[in-house]
Structure formats: structure tokens, C-alpha cells
């Protein structure tokens, strides 16, 4: 095999650990793979966690995450970053601070909750989220439990996503996905900048493995967009790989077991590997 000369585009992922494997920073980095880019992390914080819930989280000190981060962008580089779990409000603050510094698009999925309900921000910390860290964001991607705890506004239909677009907007990203996965029916999104809009639809999997979801989607946009992609192009190449993933996901401990990153290399049922 040639020796590569040039290196891979990087993409860095400043998040929480899911000791399971399922989301935060595991799920970041296989995305990443996955989707042909190199991936670097800054950890936040480590969990206890499982297919059954969060046991335990230690957020990590603010000066461990500003070195991590230092370490990667001054040496290394990146050309986008994805934020995920960043716990407390000094965290979040400290991340906006180094993110406006940085010269790379930026994803930032706001994660409030874990899949099975479980608190990863502190309460104190969604002003900072609002005023610190969304206007640092190309795009921003809350799904409904996150839209309400940022803008009051709870989501039952399409046209209630179109309102919580424009509340998010109001704080700074240049761009919002409004994930209406827990809606009934297809799992759409909405992708709009305030100007266009782009409604984003895939066929609703009878699956319930479906951890990790939001990290991979966002993961998966910041891919996109270091290898080139406008936002749209990122936005929909990530739905279409996180479609694929949730139809693929597997069962894992007495739970809810995770997406599959790595489907797209695995042979379909019924098929053989060559």
C-alpha cells in the first residue's frame, strides 16, 4: 500500500466519554472514520454509562480542556469542530472563547439530556449555551428536548419547527437543524438558515437501538463540511448516513443499544463478505 503524502481532513470533537460506546466522543470518532476524515478529540467529561442510563459523570477542569484543545488546533489544525456534552457553564464558556478564536467551521449539537432522560448540563448553563456558545455555531443542532429547554418552545407539529428555527436563530448560528425525530411519522429535520429551508425526510425504522444519534449527526456534518461541502450538501449526506445507521443498529446489554457507524462497510443481509 502507497505511503500517504497528504494528510486526511481533520475534523476535532469537544464532548463527553460514553464508557458503553454508543455516543459522545466514541461515536464522534467513528462517524469520523467512517466518513473519511480524520478525527481528534478534546474530552469534557467521563460517564458511567450504559444501554441502560448514565450511572455517574465527572466534568474534567476548565484548564485540562483548554489544554487539549490547544494542544490539537495550534499543532495540528483542524477544519471543523463539533461540540457535544460540555456539562457546566464554565465549560461551555471556556469552549465558546476557544471556538470564536479558531478559524474552522463550527457544529455545535447542544445536548442537554442523554437518550434515556439522564441530565448533562447544569440548569445554570443554558444562558451560557444561549449566549456564549450558539453564536459561535455555522450550524447548531437541538433535537425537541433541547429546543424547549433553550426557547420555551414545545414542538408537536412541522409548523411549531419552523417557530423554534427562528427563536434558535435569534441567538447566532448561522445556521439551525431542528430534529424532529420524536415527532410521529417520517423522521424529518429542518435545515434553514432563516432565509432557505430545506425540509429533510427519511423513512421512519422500527428500531429502537438508536443510541447516539444526535452525536452522530452532528459528528457527521462536521465532516461534511471539513471535506469541502457547503452546509446543505453536510446537512444531507449526514441524514442520509444516520439514516442507514439507526436501520442498522443492534441490540447491546438490556437496553437500548446503539446506532451502527460502521454499516456502510458491512455487507447487507443476506450477503456475503468478498
Known amino acids: 500500500m502507497p505511503i500517504r503524502t497528504a494528510a486526511l481532513p481533520r475534523v476535532l470533537t469537544v464532548a463527553g466519554s460514553d464508557s458503553g460506546g454508543g455516543a459522545g466522543i466514541q461515536a464522534d470518532l467513528k462517524t469520523m472514520l467512517a466518513l473519511g476524515v480524520h478525527g481528534m478529540s478534546v474530552l469534557t467529561a467521563v460517564t458511567a454509562q450504559n444501554s441502560l442510563g448514565v450511572q455517574g459523570a465527572w466534568e474534567l477542569p476548565v484548564e485540562a480542556v483548554r489544554a487539549q484543545y490547544r494542544s490539537v488546533v495550534d499543532d495540528i489544525g483542524v477544519q471543523a469542530v463539533k461540540t457535544g456534552m460540555l456539562a457546566s457553564a464554565a465549560l461551555v464558556e471556556t469552549v465558546a472563547e476557544l471556538l470564536a478564536g479558531t478559524e474552522a467551521p463550527v457544529v455545535v449539537d447542544p445536548v442537554g439530556v442523554s437518550k434515556?432522560?439522564?441530565?448533562?448540563?447544569?440548569?445554570?448553563?443554558?444562558?451560557?449555551?444561549?449566549?456564549?456558545?450558539?453564536?459561535?455555531?455555522?450550524?447548531?443542532?437541538?433535537?425537541?428536548?433541547?429546543?424547549?429547554?433553550?426557547?420555551?418552545?414545545?414542538?408537536?407539529?412541522?409548523?411549531?419547527?419552523?417557530?423554534?428555527?427562528?427563536?434558535?436563530?435569534?441567538?447566532?448560528?448561522?445556521?439551525?437543524?431542528?430534529?424532529?425525530?420524536?415527532?410521529?411519522?417520517?423522521?424529518?429535520?429542518?435545515?434553514?438558515?432563516?432565509?432557505?429551508?430545506?425540509?429533510?425526510?427519511?423513512?421512519?425504522?422500527?428500531?429502537?437501538?438508536?443510541?447516539?444519534?444526535?452525536?452522530?449527526?452532528?459528528?457527521?456534518?462536521?465532516?461534511?463540511?471539513?471535506?469541502?461541502?457547503?452546509?446543505?450538501?453536510?446537512?444531507?449526506?449526514?441524514?442520509?448516513?444516520?439514516?442507514?445507521?439507526?436501520?442498522?443498529?443492534?441490540?447491546?446489554?438490556?437496553g437500548i443499544g446503539p446506532v451502527d457507524h460502521g454499516w456502510l462497510t458491512r455487507p447487507s443481509p443476506g450477503q456475503t463478505a468478498a
Open 116 to 254: 434515556h432522560g439522564d441530565a448533562l448540563l447544569a440548569a445554570e448553563a443554558l444562558d451560557s449555551v444561549r449566549t456564549k456558545l450558539l453564536p459561535t455555531a455555522t450550524v447548531a443542532t437541538p433535537n425537541l428536548d433541547e429546543v424547549a429547554q433553550l426557547t420555551g418552545v414545545r414542538v408537536t407539529d412541522e409548523s411549531g419547527m419552523r417557530r423554534a428555527a427562528e427563536e434558535l436563530l435569534g441567538f447566532g448560528p448561522r445556521w439551525v437543524v431542528i430534529k424532529g425525530g420524536h415527532l410521529p411519522g417520517e423522521a424529518v429535520d429542518l435545515l434553514t438558515d432563516g432565509s432557505a429551508e430545506h425540509w429533510l425526510r427519511a423513512p421512519r425504522h422500527d428500531n429502537r437501538h438508536t443510541h447516539g444519534t444526535g452525536c452522530t449527526l452532528a459528528s457527521a456534518i462536521a465532516s461534511g463540511l471539513a471535506l469541502g461541502m457547503d452546509v446543505p450538501t453536510a446537512v444531507q449526506g449526514a441524514k442520509s448516513y444516520v439514516t442507514g445507521a439507526i436501520e442498522a443498529g443492534f441490540p447491546l446489554g438490556g
